[in-house]
């Protein structure tokens, strides 16, 4: 599975968009971009996924590049809840059955 | 759904002695997988199950650490003996297990939060 790069922390007023950026410049064809956080003693929880087209649920909207080398989880209006660590992942295709590789993931803190 | 259910929440244990680690996955999901997270290492995969059967245990540590799943509602992740250095907190997830192209959503547990002392 592609590398990712993420920012380690970043701050976002409550009420305001929060965007996180995320790098995967050697990420591959057949390559999915994956986000999931973690909120404080809580296990990691899925957000959204996408391929290249832009995506967007309940949660939040995805961002891709159209080269794919990088992509931007967008948080259209943070809450204090939304204070957690955010993984970007990338993964094959069919790799449902596969684990998660996780990097660092960016510390997003929401302040009030 | 009560989700993915793990035993126990805490557990304090001294060096040497066994621990076993349980999961309950969600039912009708048949993957299952297991974490460690630590301050230095971060989350990192252990192991994983598709029906059962053991896929990948190149994450697992050292021969000190079996993981099984005797069916599909139960497994066990067990350290023995337990050291210092396996204080962690360990996750379980599970997804469904769908075909190649298929997105699958991980859904994890809260996890076990160990201390060896």
């Known amino acids: 599975d592609a590398k990712t790069t993420q920012p380690t922390s970043m701050d976002c007023a409550e009420g305001r968009a929060a965007n996180l950026p995320c790098n995967h410049s050697t990420i591959s064809g057949n390559e999915y971009v994956y986000w999931y956080r973690q909120i404080h003693s809580q296990g990691p929880q899925y957000i959204i996924h996408?391929?290249?087209n832009n995506e967007t649920n309940e949660m939040a909207s995805l961002i891709i590049t159209e080269d794919r080398k990088s992509s931007t989880l967008i948080l259209p209006h943070a809450t204090l809840r939304d204070t957690a660590v955010y993984y970007c992942i990338v993964r094959r295709s069919g790799g449902g059955a596969d684990g998660l590789t996780f990097g660092k993931g960016t510390h997003l803190i929401i302040q009030p | 759904d009560a989700g993915v259910i793990q035993s126990p929440r805490h557990e304090v244990t001294e060096m040497g002695q066994e621990v076993t680690l349980r999961c309950k996955p969600i039912?009708?999901?048949?993957?299952l997988f297991w974490y460690r997270q630590t301050m230095m290492r971060g989350l990192e995969l252990l192991i994983y199950f598709n029906n059962n059967v053991p896929i990948d245990d190149s994450g697992m540590p050292e021969d000190r650490f079996s993981a099984k799943m005797p069916n599909a509602s139960f497994s066990t992740l067990k350290i023995q003996p337990s050291e210092p250095r396996d204080s962690a907190v360990y996750f379980c997830?599970?997804?469904?297990?769908?075909?190649?192209?298929?997105?699958?959503?991980?859904?994890f547990g809260p996890g076990t939060r160990l201390t060896v002392l």
């Open positions: 996408g391929l290249k």
């Open positions: 997830a599970s997804s469904p297990l769908l075909g190649s192209g298929d997105h699958n959503e991980q859904f």
């Open positions: 039912s009708g999901h048949n993957s």
